[in-house]
Nanobody, 122 residues
């Protein structure tokens, strides 16, 4: 079973940057796809970006394209999310996830971290 632990959240002003980290442990051999999701109060959990550890292929939600960059840890046992030009609407709990499918749908990810809060003030 995969265990995911996020870190790096915090509070920033609009236009600022943060980098989130996620470290995976346990049975990581099944990590076909790893992703970042976010959930704001009263909203559904949405996919932000994902990466395939096997070939580095990435995908992004339209709302973050050009501002966020997903990348893998050196040993491919986790990932980063570099977030630049942050906006108040990026405020949410951010979750790391792992699953068997190259997807940004939360239904395709059985393994989740506990989340890290990102707050962007205007």
């Amino acid at each position: 079973q995969v265990r995911l632990v996020e870190s790096g959240g915090g509070s920033v002003q609009a236009g600022g940057s943060l980098r989130l980290s996620c470290t995976a442990s346990g049975y990581t051999g099944s990590l076909f796809s790893m992703a970042w999701f976010r959930q704001a109060p009263g909203k559904e959990r949405e996919g932000v970006a994902n990466v395939l550890p096997t070939n580095g292929s990435t995908a992004y939600a339209d709302s973050v394209k050009g501002r966020f960059t997903i990348s893998q840890l050196a040993m491919k046992n986790g990932l980063y999310l570099q977030m630049n030009d942050l906006k108040p609407e990026d405020t949410a709990m951010y979750y790391c996830a792992a699953g068997p499918k190259h997807s940004l749908s939360r239904f395709d990810y059985p393994a989740w971290g506990q989340g890290t809060q990102v707050t962007v003030s205007s």
